[in-house]
Nanobody, 119 residues
Framework: VQLQASGGGLVQAGGSLRLSCTAS??????VGWFRQAPGKEREFVAA????????YYADSVKGRFTISRDNAKNTVYLQMNSLKPEDTAVYYC???????????????WGQGTQVTVSS
């Protein structure tokens, strides 16, 4: 099982980016995005259920980020709008076999993709 994250980059504050996470091998119950800023612990950002009917967001991104999925493509997206410098981090996608937002419950992790927001 492999997860491939992509879509990171450098953007000015107020701008937008869309991250993609493509999974090989299977469809997972839950796919989440986490991020880790320099010197900080990794934190939950957003997650989506297998059929996309349930989503969860960290308070810090509610109203700005939208998570969605296309199971036909085995891909989960994170649309990030109104980006702020504090959103700068390495973003990771991860997959779990049950509904959860706890990092320790995610069994599979992709490599990170860097998001940098300049002020």
């Amino acid at each position: 099982v492999q997860l491939q994250a992509s879509g990171g980059g450098l953007v000015q504050a107020g701008g937008s980016l869309r991250l993609s996470c493509t999974a090989s091998g299977r469809t997972f119950s839950m796919v989440g995005w986490f991020r880790q800023a320099p010197g900080k612990e990794r934190e939950f950002v957003a997650a989506i259920s297998r059929i996309g009917d349930v989503t969860y967001y960290a308070d810090s991104v509610k109203g700005r980020f939208t998570i969605s999925r296309d199971n036909a493509k085995n891909t989960v997206y994170l649309q990030m709008n109104s980006l702020k410098p504090e959103d700068t981090a390495v973003y990771y996608c991860a997959a779990a076999r049950r509904t959860t937002t706890r990092e320790r419950d995610y069994d599979y992790w992709g490599q990170g993709t860097q998001v940098t927001v300049s002020s």
